[in-house]
Structure formats: C-alpha cells, structure tokens
C-alpha cells in the first residue's frame, strides 16, 4: 500500500526528479491543464480529493511531515490556478510563475495553513496560493484585458 501512496502522492514518480521536484509537479498540473482544458474543473475537483485523503498515509508512507517528493499538491494548485481563465500561453504561464512564487513565499494568510499541524495542510496551503493566483489573474483578464 505504501508504494501505491508512493505513486500516487509523486504524481507518478514526478515528485522524485532531481531539483526543486514542486516546479516538477507544477509543470504537470499545467500540462494538463491545457491538454484537458474542456473538463480541467471535475478533473481539478476529483485529483484534490483524493490529494486530500492521501495525506496523512503520505506523511507515513514517505516518513516526513510535508513530504517535498508528495507534490500532487502542487499539481492540484496549478491547475486550480487557470481554472476558469481563458486557455492562452501568455495566461498560463503568467499562473505557473506566480503560483511558484505564492507557494514560495506562503503570504498571509497561506502561512497560517502552513504552520497547521494537521495532514491537509500538505493539500490546503497549495489550494488557497491557487486560488489567490486564480483571483489575481481573474482580475487580470477582466479589468486589464491581461
């Protein structure tokens, strides 16, 4: 079971390539994103719950609180990210950028989901750096024809 957690929680073994594997594991909540556009929301909706119930088995399965090689998490927060935004390169890369740069930083609030002793904050903090650039961007695109 534990390497089925493994799989699944890597995003396939994404979360285990060398070098900053959450970049890893964005690229591949944007490629497909773009490639399943047409049903990007339950596709989003479904990879975030099962994201969710695999945290705490992911903590044990790879014996860390907040595991860097678990990045379904960041898979999940990209393609939240360009839920909803027109499907243009520009915007998709302009998400990418500024999700890794939120999830970096964790701002205010996202800090305080970080610091969150329980399990889904693995999932959550991802989630609501998501939707903060998903906001942004929204606004982006209504209001300054981004």
């Given at each position: 079971?534990?390497?089925?957690i493994k799989?699944?929680?890597s995003?396939f073994?994404?979360?285990?390539?060398?070098?900053?594997?959450?970049?890893?594991?964005s690229l591949a909540?944007?490629?497909i994103a773009?490639?399943f556009y047409?049903?990007?929301?339950p596709?989003?909706?479904?990879?975030?719950?099962?994201?969710?119930?695999?945290?705490r088995?992911a903590?044990d399965a790879f014996?860390?609180?907040?595991p860097?090689?678990?990045?379904?998490d960041?898979?999940?927060g990209?393609m939240l990210s360009?839920?909803?935004?027109?499907?243009s390169p520009?915007i998709?890369i302009a998400?990418f950028i500024?999700f890794?740069i939120?999830?970096?930083?964790?701002?205010?609030?996202?800090?305080?989901?970080?610091k969150?002793?329980?399990?889904?904050?693995i999932?959550?903090?991802?989630?609501?750096?998501a939707?903060l650039?998903?906001l942004?961007?929204?606004?982006?695109?209504?209001?300054f024809g981004?």
């Amino acid at each position: 079971m534990s390497a089925f957690i493994k799989a699944l929680g890597s995003f396939f073994y994404i979360g285990y390539l060398p070098l900053a594997p959450g970049t890893w594991g964005s690229l591949a909540g944007l490629a497909i994103a773009w490639w399943f556009y047409p049903v990007l929301a339950p596709l989003t909706l479904i990879l975030s719950i099962v994201g969710l119930f695999l945290c705490r088995s992911a903590e044990d399965a790879f014996q860390a609180k907040d595991p860097a090689r678990f990045v379904l998490d960041e898979v999940c927060g990209m393609m939240l990210s360009v839920l909803w935004l027109p499907r243009s390169p520009r915007i998709f890369i302009a998400a990418f950028i500024l999700f890794r740069i939120v999830d970096a930083l964790k701002p205010w609030p996202i800090c305080l989901i970080q610091k969150n002793k329980s399990p889904l904050s693995i999932m959550w903090d991802d989630l609501a750096a998501a939707v903060l650039v998903n906001l942004f961007l929204q606004a982006g695109v209504r209001f300054f024809g981004f």
